[in-house]
């Protein structure tokens, strides 16, 4: 309790409001808060959202050893602390420069005042776009036609969606259908759908290494849980040689499942407000 006291001495009392606030201070107060703001929005769809946590949780930790005076584990952390910096630089540094991309292709007005996150009334995509999705899956199934089809959730796909090539249509199965039809320009390579829309076809993928995954597997269902594992969105995978759809998702592969089960993972990562889903569960009871 003592060290709890003197640690509150010694940090807390420093802070204290001026006794006369300029409009500048409340203009600066105003831009910083903005600012960070916008740098949560940014982080929270890349994989640096991840890393802010850990960091968090660490100097979380770091608080805890400053209030009770680990003298060592401070040590460490103020000799490990230039190095640190760096480290971080280096790991997120793919994600700071796609951001500044996108800041210099940006209108200055619409990158300050849009607060759009991409998630419509029904959620991150529509209904209509499940009942396509799983259509074409399984009537590729049917024939046999190999496919794989990644959707994005929360974290963004556009370092894949670079590797492709760019498509921008709304989703129907007729398009899919017609995007891995043997012989034809876009069949090989995995197809991202972000929202209602198929934005790249043929974009490549991280190959798993997961040594627990079946040796029968191939290139397309490891492809498949490979990306599930670096990002949060749901992959959809038809196999060429069996016909049966199979799902990755968190690094885990389901195989040969049901078109029910895949509507159930479609709905569980299109984040709708459980407003929609009463509604949803109304209409459905309605209909029967």
Partial sequence: MESI?????????????????????VVEIVIISFL?????????????????????FILFLL??????????????TEKLFSIAVIAVVVVIQPELRRALEQLGKKNFLSFLFSFDTGKTEEGLFSDKTINEIIKACFEMGKVKTGALIVVEQNLSLSEY???????DAVVTNQLLINIFEHNTPLHDGAVIVRGDRIVSATCYLPLSDNMALSKELGTRHRAGVGIS????????????ETGRVSLAYEGKLLR?????TTREKLEMI????????????RKGRNKQ
Avoid at 256 to 260: A, I, L, P, R
């Fill in 5 to 25: 006291t003197s640690f509150a001495d010694r940090y807390l009392t420093v802070l204290h409001l001026p006794k006369n606030i300029l409009w500048t201070d």
């Fill in 36 to 56: 960070v703001y916008q740098i949560l929005v940014w982080a929270r769809r890349t994989k640096a959202w991840e890393f802010l946590k850990s960091i968090l």
């Fill in 63 to 76: 608080l805890l050893a400053a209030i009770f005076n680990m003298s060592t584990i401070l040590w460490i």
């Fill in 161 to 167: 969606e670079r590797t492709g090539i760019e498509i």
């Fill in 229 to 240: 594992e670096v990002t949060d969105s749901l992959t959809i995978i038809v196999s060429e």
């Fill in 256 to 260: 040969n499942v049901s078109q029910e």
């Fill in 270 to 281: 299109q984040n709708k407000t459980p407003q929609d889903k009463k509604k949803r569960k």
